[in-house]
Structure formats: structure tokens, C-alpha cells
Nanobody, 123 residues
């Protein structure tokens, strides 16, 4: 199958920075759009940023100018550089990818989620 494994979360003071990583592994033929979502306690999961296989990006208004999404297609990895962090950025951050997987000699289109990584912004 296909797995996404996130890393890089933690505790940071307001105004600080963190870099999240998400690596895809498994029977991958290709990866289309990759993205980051976040879910704060009591809230729904919301889009943070997306990046296509060609490098086009889209951001939530709340993070524009502070967060940068990027990807390394050779490593099947997507990153989220988060600067000028605010307490309201506190959430569990989830990686998401649209994957074409090879399974039993056939191609299958899958939407895959990571397990989530906690980001806490607090003094």
C-alpha cells in the first residue's frame, strides 16, 4: 500500500518557525497534488496549503505570506515551512496526497492521509 509519514511538529514560541516534512512510501507510480491540512481542537479539518506535481501552490488566507509549501518529487516528500507562528496556528497538521499506486499489476488512484503531527504555538 501507500503510507505518508509526517515529522517536524513540536512546541514553538509565538513568532517562531517550524518545518514539517511528509514522506510517501509504498507502491507508488506517481503523486499528483500534495497538501497540508490542520485540525484544531473542536474544529473541522481545514486546508492549509496545496502543491501540484508541477509546483503550483495554493494557500489558505490565514497563512499566506507566513507559510511556504514545497516538494521534492525525487523523494516523494512535501514540506511546510511555517514562519511567524501564532497561537492560532496550534493544531494537528495532516499531510494528504493524491497517489497513483500499483497494486496487483494494476494502477489505482488513492487519496492518502498521514497520521498527523502536533504543532503547539505557546509562550
Amino acid at each position: 500500500q501507500v503510507q505518508l509519514v509526517e515529522s517536524g511538529g513540536g512546541l514553538v514560541q509565538p513568532g517562531g518557525s517550524l518545518r514539517l516534512s511528509c514522506a510517501a512510501s509504498g507502491s507508488i507510480f506517481s503523486i499528483n497534488t500534495m497538501g497540508w491540512y490542520r485540525q484544531a481542537p473542536g474544529n473541522q479539518r481545514k486546508l492549509v496549503a496545496l502543491i501540484t506535481s508541477g509546483g503550483s501552490t495554493n494557500y489558505a488566507d490565514s497563512v499566506k505570506g507566513r507559510f511556504t509549501i514545497s516538494r521534492d518529487n525525487a523523494k516523494n516528500t512535501v514540506y511546510l515551512q511555517m514562519n511567524s507562528l501564532k497561537p492560532e496556528d496550534t493544531a494537528v497538521y495532516y499531510c494528504n496526497a493524491g497517489v497513483i499506486a500499483t497494486m496487483e499489476g494494476r494502477y489505482r488512484s488513492l487519496e492518502v492521509w498521514g497520521q498527523g503531527t502536533l504543532v503547539t504555538v505557546s509562550s
